[in-house]
Structure formats: C-alpha cells, structure tokens
C-alpha cells in the first residue's frame, strides 16, 4: 500500500522537476481565485455600505408618497386628482395610529442656492417640522434645528447640511447667523447639521431644511406634500403601522385604490439587496469562468505530463505498481497544483480587496464563506481536470509503456 507520504514526496518531485510550466499552471488558477475573492469581498463590502445607509436615514421608517410605485416606473399618478394627494391634514390623522412615534409631513424642492459671500449650489430644500430631525436621525452640530414656533411664525430660517455649508461658505467659514437666498428670498442660517454620508441618489448632507409652512406659502406655493415619514416605535409594528395607514389614507382620500404608496426600510433593503447579490453572482461568475480555463491548463499539463512519462508509468507497473497507484499518484499532483494555487489566489484576492478598499475607499469583506468557498472550487477542479489524465495514465499497458520513445 502506498503512504501518503511517498505521495506527496513524489508528487512534489514531480512538479518540481519543470518549475516554469508548474508556475504557469497554477497562475491560471491564482487568478481566478483571487478574482472570485475580490468580486465577492466588494459585492458583499457594497451591500453592507448600503445597508448601514438606510438604515442611517431613520429607525423603523416608513415613508409615504403620493401616487402608486409600479416597478420599473417609480411614482406614477394615480386615483383621483393624480400624484398630488398628500397634505398635512393626513400627516395629523397618521400620528394618531398605534404604533406611530413620529410623523414629519415634508415638502422636497430644488433651489439654486446663493450665500452672502458669493457661492452658490444647486441643493434640496426640504420643508419640515421639528419632527423631522428625530424621524431622520439627524443631529446638529452647530446651532439648533427649526422649531415649532418657527413654523407656526412662517420664519424665514435655514438649517443647512455640511456639504452644503461648505459649498456656500467655504470650509474653514462659519455660516451660522449668516444670510443665503432661496428662490430670491433670504433666510436666516439658525443651524449645521452633523455629516451623515450620502444614500444612493438623496445625499441628506447636501440639502437645507426650512419650516414646512415657509415652504408651502413663501418657496413653493403649494400644500401638496411630497412625503409623509413615519418612525415606528419598535421593528415588529412595523407591518400593522403600514398597514392601518394605508387603510385610514383610502379613506380619508375616498379612493377604493391607493392613491400613495409606502414603503418600508425593509422594501428598499430588499430591493437594493437583491440588486447587489445578483450584481455580486454576475461579477463572480465572470471571474469563474478563469477557474476553468484554469481547470483546462491542468488537464493539458497533466495529459502532457502522462505522454512524457510515459516509460515511467511502464516501469512502475512493470515492478508492480498497481492501476490505483499510478491514478492516486497523477491525481495527486493535480490536486497539489490547484492547493498552492488556491492558497495563492486567497491571499491575492484578500490583499487585491483591502488595496480597493484603501485607494478608493469602497468598504470590502473577505468572508470565511468566500474563503471557503475559493478552497472547495479550488479541490474540485483538480479532481474533476486531473481526473481524465490520472485514469489514462493508470490505463496504459506496461509492456507498451516500457516500448515508448
């Protein structure tokens, strides 16, 4: 019986023996190892980022906005009187619902925006409500945020977020107290909100918040809102709060069809998640399909390597070297070969991932399930590649091997 380790013995032998195509060999699977390490590390690193995002516009959120959500459309109109359905009459009635912690009716316009010392950015101005800061997890970090006597008063004041303090002021100028123009009317800076990072398309950094009545009567002229955000008071009511809201805004609208959609942080989660993942699969397989083209440079290694020793192969048999010897010994190498390159390709991939995650900040995760999964692709190509050449070898008639030229 042959001792593992005279296998290995030889098979190290073996493979040493023509180190440039040994080199060559394994480079194809270091490759495609190190790029499904790398793809997934990202994919999984980018729907972590956009997971801490959403959850980072507000605990337990469900957002209210007029018209119906058809995929692959957005916000469509819909019911009567079309996508302008949301006032703040409805805002009140939802804060009554069990469950509800906080609503923050809101009015979302774009602005050219000018400060007093000549800048001037293109931002959101939204129209809120005190409640808006809790709804959102906002927090100030100069200043205070827009009160309830502010909005009772229509008072011409700003909270501004970072991004846009520094667009309009500069970024060692203090903005509060300062004057800016929205829409040719100037308001009072009163706050600076702390940075949050910005969500796919809505940066909450880049915008400036106004009193909701200020809004509606001075900058918009309307009181149609553009949503209604509601915090739940815990995750589990989160499914009746959405579900007795819409019940109470049918009604309230006399619509037998919504005429609003609401949507939770989970849809969204959902929705971006399966994106990433089946973003992160595609980029995968791509760099899978090295993996093969890898499988196949071992197989043509390995067959070559069968018609070389082909004399050998004789002799062995010829001194009574078994049919499952010489297969477990080409079999060997083959897996030998897919090891080192596997062990390569994850330490490449893992410091490929970090070098990304580092130059341009995009936030990577090497996962042991990746890792594991890079070794057990790894062993199943070098059995599956090595397979056909070890059964040929073991195959050959040893009277005709020892004849071999």
């Known amino acids: 019986m042959t001792r593992p380790s005279d296998i290995f013995e030889e098979t190290a032998i073996a493979l040493l023996a023509n180190k440039a195509r040994s080199g060559l060999t394994i480079l194809g699977i270091v490759i495609g190892i190190a790029s499904v390490i790398a793809m997934v590390s990202i994919g999984r690193g980018a729907q972590g980022t956009i ?41 009140d009635a939802l804060a009554n619902i069990f469950g509800v912690r906080y609503v923050s009716p809101e009015i979302q316009r774009r602005f050219q925006v000018t400060s007093q010392a000549g800048n001037n950015t293109n931002v959101t101005v939204i129209g809120g409500r005190e409640e808006y800061a809790a709804v959102h997890a906002m927090e100030i970090e100069n200043g205070i945020f827009v009160t309830s006597a502010n909005d009772r008063s229509m008072s011409r004041v700003a ?101 609003f959609s609401i949507v939770s942080q989970e849809d969204i989660l959902g929705a971006l998640s ?42 062995r048999k010829a001194i009574g070297a078994r049919r499952r010897d010489i297969s477990l010994q080409f079999l060997a190498e083959a897996i030998m070969l897919t090891f080192v390159g596997g062990v390569i390709g994850i330490t490449l991939g893992w410091m490929v991932a970090v070098g990304i995650s580092r130059i341009t900040g995009i936030a990577t995760i090497v996962s042991l399930q990746s890792i594991v999964l890079a070794c057990s692709v790894s062993a199943v190509i070098g059995i599956v590649f090595g397979y056909y050449p070890a059964q040929r070898a ?8 020892l004849r071999y030229e």
């Open 274 to 315: 399966q994106v990433t993942t089946t973003f992160t699969l595609f980029l995968a397989s791509i760099a899978g399909i090295s993996l093969i083209v890898g499988g196949i440079g071992i197989m043509n290694m390995m067959l070559t390597a069968v018609t070389e020793r082909t004399r050998e192969i004789g002799l």
């Open 159 to 259: 909270v501004l977020g970072p991004t846009t303090a520094q667009d309009l002021f500069g970024q060692d100028g203090d903005p509060l107290g300062k004057t800016i123009r929205i829409n040719k009317i100037n308001f009072k800076v009163i706050g600076v909100l702390k940075p949050k990072g910005g969500t796919g398309f809505f940066n909450p950094d880049d915008t400036v918040i106004i009193p909701l009545s200020t809004m509606e009567k001075i900058i918009a002229g309307s009181d149609y809102l553009s949503t209604i955000a509601i915090s739940v008071t815990a995750k589990d009511q989160m499914a009746p709060v959405k579900e007795e809201a819409s019940a109470l805004l049918i009604e309230r609208h006399h619509v037998s069809e919504p005429d």
């Open 394 to 401: 073991a195959g050959l008639n040893p009277i005709d091997a």
């Open 51 to 91: 997971q801490s995002s959403i959850e980072g516009l507000g605990s337990n959120l469900l957002t209210i906005a007029p018209g119906v959500l058809q995929p692959g459309r957005g916000f469509v109109s819909s019911g009567r009187g079309g996508a302008q359905t949301l006032k703040k009459t409805d805002a």
